[in-house]
Every structure is written in structure tokens, then in C-alpha cells.
């Protein structure tokens, strides 16, 4: 019999329910990608005899594509085969049952011709696979060769700073240094913090970023062993068809080799859940280093008071990334927007002193670094002290 009381128990059951539903975009993100390959076969099929002629060639490269979704279905179910007892070994397979729409797996369908479910729910499960599509980008952004140039941009400032403000002479053992990366996404700067010797935890909130960090984190020993094919969903700005198709091998550096296990798999972790409800405990960490991550919180004045909050004096607080203040779009969040010179004066007014802080440093966050559009970020970086009492 459950001990919860009644407010307890919806919440279980809308977690269970939410499990459910991305564990049902990683299920679906095949036949939901194919539907886009599928439309474009439909369009070229209406189009005069002359012009499917000429698309020809085109034609062939939609069945390549084909080829490239079994590739990345393989993984997406690499992926999800062990989450059902990710979490504390519960069993999240009833979870159909709990979702108050009585929706099981078998009624999401994306085919656009063919549609048994509501305009809605097909909507919701579209936005979902996009954002099983955009975990392939993650992917190549922490754990491939490709994302390397990426990685130089993001988090070497930010390991460079770490190993600057607690070095070797004064920190001889390493493991001593507690350092939090919130936002951690697929984990792979939390991982190289740990690698330099540091104790360090990631947290992340994310079903979908967890799923897979599990993936790689815990079952990935070879390197590269595996295969995507990030941007064979992007159907803009190729300058060629194998653009379209280029392949990423991952994980470039194997987390889970033997080798490199033991000693870092002690000082490393991944903690499940929000920022905020996680990290209450005050004064813990040597350090907190936030990459593309301020900007996630409807409250930024939120974030920053609890990283204060939780840092013990002395303690670093070692960020990068643009204010994209993610929540600013949503009609139902009450979002609040400061711009960087307003964030710094409530960063002091919060208590930090602000050791260093440079501008217009290029970032880019998961692109195809052969598309015609390129996105990139003048993002900030700045270290702050939480000052001795
Ligand atoms: C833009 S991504 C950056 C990921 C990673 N730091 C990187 O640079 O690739 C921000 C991440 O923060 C996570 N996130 C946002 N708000 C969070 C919160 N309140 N608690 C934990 N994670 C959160 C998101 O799920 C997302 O994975």
C-alpha cells in the first residue's frame, strides 16, 4: 500500500507519466523523422515529370537518408534500454497507466497522411523527437572529434580557470576540491573536471540529456565505437547532399574504458534533478562553473543567489555563456530578462567580488560547422569570489 498522501501521488504519477513520454520520443524519433523524408518523396511525386527528372539525383540521397535514421534508431535505442531502472531501480513500465489521457505507446503516430491521434498529441510528440534530434547534436558538441573546435571555445576557458584558481602547489590533493557543474547537459566538462583530478558532480534536469549521458557516461568502454548522423534532419543550407549525411563517431574519449574508471568514477557523478530543489545545503562547493547555463532559469537573481548561497567563502564561481534567457518566448513564464551590465551589479549586490570578466568571446553551441548559417554566441565569461566573512 502507498504511503503517499494524495498531492504526493500525482506527482509521482505526472513524473512517471513525463518518463513515459520522452522514453516514447526516443521509440518514436525514427517514424517521426522519417515522415519529414516521407513529405519530401509525396512533394516530388506531385511535381511535373520533368522536374522529378531533374531530382533525380536528389531522390537517391532521400533513400541515404533513410539509411542514416537506421543508424541513429540504433543508438536512440542503445540509449533507452536500461532507463526503465535508471533512477533508484524504479520501474517506470506502468507508467502508460498513470498518464490521465490513458495514452499508450502504440496510438503515437507521425505519419502525416495516416494520423489515428489528435492534432495536439502529435504535436507534443513531434516537439519531443526534436528534441531527441537536437540530443544527436549534444552528442557531437561534448563526445566527438567534430566537437572539438566547440569544446575549445566553451569549457577550455573554464578548465583553464579552474586549474589557475586551485593549483598543484597549493592543492596537492585534488579530490579535496568539490567543484558543481549544474546544466551539465551530456557531462563531458563535469568528466574533464574530474579528470584533472577535481571531485566533481554535474546536475541536469533533463529526461532526454540524462538518458543519454547514462548511455555514454556508463556504457560507452570503446572509443568511438559508435555512429550518428547529426544533421540529417536539417534540410537548409547544405552545400552538398553529404553535408546532409556526414557521420560522427563518439565517444571520441571513452568514459566508461576500464582504464580510465576507477579513480575518476569516484570523484565523479551525475546528480538527477533541478538546480534549485537539488543544492540547498550552504557552503559546500569549492566551486561552481556554469557553462550556457544562467540564462536557463525563468529567475536568474535565483540562480545566482543560490550558486552564492552554496559556494563556501572563498569559493569560485567560473561562468560562460550569452544571456539567451531561455523562458523569455513562453506566454505561461513569468521570465525577467536583465541584460549583462545589470546582471553584473546584482552579482555584486548579491555578495560576490568580481575577479576577472571578459566580453564577446565567440561561442557556438551545437552547430554544423559545415552549414551555410552559422550561429555564434558573443557570449561573457567571468570569475566571481564569494568572499571570507
Ligand atoms: C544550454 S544547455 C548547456 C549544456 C552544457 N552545459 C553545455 O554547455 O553543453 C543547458 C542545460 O541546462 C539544463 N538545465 C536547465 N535548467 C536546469 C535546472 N534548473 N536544473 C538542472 N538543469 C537545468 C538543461 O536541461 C540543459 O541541458
Known amino acids: 500500500m502507498s504511503s503517499l498522501g494524495p498531492a504526493e501521488e500525482i506527482d509521482e504519477a505526472k513524473e512517471?507519466?513525463?518518463?513515459?513520454?520522452?522514453?516514447?520520443?526516443?521509440?518514436?524519433?525514427?517514424?517521426?523523422?522519417?515522415?519529414?523524408?516521407?513529405?519530401?518523396?509525396?512533394?516530388?511525386?506531385?511535381l511535373p515529370q520533368s522536374h522529378q527528372r531533374r531530382l533525380d539525383k536528389y531522390k537517391t540521397y532521400l533513400t541515404k537518408?533513410?539509411?542514416?535514421?537506421?543508424?541513429?534508431?540504433?543508438?536512440?535505442?542503445?540509449i533507452i534500454k536500461d532507463v526503465d531502472t535508471m533512477f533508484e531501480n524504479v520501474d517506470h513500465s506502468m507508467a502508460d497507466a498513470a498518464n490521465s489521457n490513458g495514452t499508450n505507446t502504440e496510438s503515437f503516430g507521425c505519419n502525416y497522411n495516416n494520423c489515428e491521434i489528435?492534432?495536439?498529441?502529435?504535436?507534443?510528440?513531434?516537439?519531443?523527437?526534436?528534441?531527441?534530434?537536437?540530443?544527436?547534436?549534444?552528442?557531437?558538441?561534448?563526445?566527438?572529434?567534430d566537437g572539438a573546435a566547440e569544446r575549445e571555445q566553451c569549457y577550455k576557458p573554464i578548465l583553464d580557470e579552474i586549474e589557475a584558481r586551485f593549483p598543484p602547489d597549493e592543492y596537492s590533493n585534488r579530490a579535496h576540491v568539490k567543484v558543481l557543474v549544474p546544466g551539465a547537459g551530456l557531462g563531458r566538462l563535469a568528466w574533464?573536471?574530474?579528470?584533472?583530478?577535481?571531485?566533481?558532480?554535474?546536475?541536469?534536469?533533463?529526461?532526454?540529456?540524462?538518458?543519454?549521458?547514462?548511455?555514454?557516461?556508463?556504457?560507452?568502454?570503446?572509443?568511438?565505437?559508435?555512429?550518428v548522423h547529426p544533421w540529417v534532419h536539417q534540410y537548409v543550407n547544405h552545400a552538398t547532399c553529404e553535408h546532409q549525411l556526414r557521420a560522427a563517431a563518439f565517444p571520441d574519449a571513452p568514459p566508461a574504458a576500464p582504464r580510465a574508471a576507477a579513480a575518476r568514477r569516484a570523484r565523479f557523478s551525475i546528480a538527477a534533478g533541478d538546480f534549485l530543489k537539488v543544492y540547498t545545503e550552504p557552503d559546500e562547493w569549492n566551486c561552481v562553473a556554469t557553462?550556457?547555463?544562467?540564462?536557463?532559469?525563468?529567475?536568474?537573481?535565483?540562480?545566482?543567489?543560490?550558486?552564492?548561497?552554496?559556494?563556501?567563502?572563498?569559493?569560485?564561481?567560473?561562468?560562460?555563456?550569452?544571456?539567451?534567457?531561455?523562458?523569455?518566448?513562453?506566454?505561461?513564464?513569468?521570465s525577467i530578462e536583465p541584460?549583462?551590465?545589470?546582471?553584473?551589479?546584482?552579482?555584486?549586490?548579491?555578495g560576490f567580488e568580481i575577479l576577472k570578466e571578459r566580453t564577446g568571446v565567440k561561442t557556438k553551441y551545437a552547430q554544423n560547422p559545415n552549414s551555410m548559417m552559422q550561429h555564434e554566441y558573443d557570449s561573457v565569461f567571468f570569475v566571481c569570489r564569494k568572499p571570507y566573512l
Not at 35 to 43: C, N
Open 339 to 350: 541584460p549583462y551590465d545589470i546582471l553584473l551589479e546584482i552579482i555584486t549586490d548579491v
Open 118 to 145: 489528435t492534432s495536439q498529441k502529435q504535436h507534443k510528440m513531434q516537439h519531443d523527437v526534436e528534441k531527441v534530434q537536437s540530443v544527436l547534436k549534444n552528442i557531437v558538441r561534448d563526445w566527438s572529434e
Open 192 to 227: 574533464e573536471i574530474a579528470a584533472r583530478g577535481y571531485t566533481c558532480q554535474g546536475n541536469e534536469f533533463s529526461l532526454f540529456m540524462l538518458f543519454a549521458s547514462n548511455f555514454i557516461l556508463n556504457r560507452c568502454p570503446e572509443a568511438n565505437a559508435h555512429t
Open 291 to 334: 557553462c550556457f547555463f544562467i540564462d536557463c532559469a525563468p529567475n536568474v537573481i535565483e540562480f545566482i543567489e543560490r550558486i552564492y548561497a552554496i559556494l563556501r567563502p572563498g569559493g569560485y564561481w567560473v561562468n560562460l555563456g550569452p544571456l539567451l534567457y531561455h523562458y523569455s518566448d513562453m506566454p505561461t513564464e513569468n
Open 16 to 46: 512517471r507519466a513525463h518518463f513515459q513520454a520522452v522514453v516514447n520520443a526516443f521509440k518514436y524519433y525514427k517514424l517521426c523523422s522519417l515522415d519529414r523524408i516521407h513529405k519530401s518523396e509525396k512533394i516530388i511525386s506531385t
Open 65 to 78: 537518408f533513410k539509411k542514416c535514421l537506421d543508424v541513429n534508431n540504433a543508438v536512440v535505442h542503445m
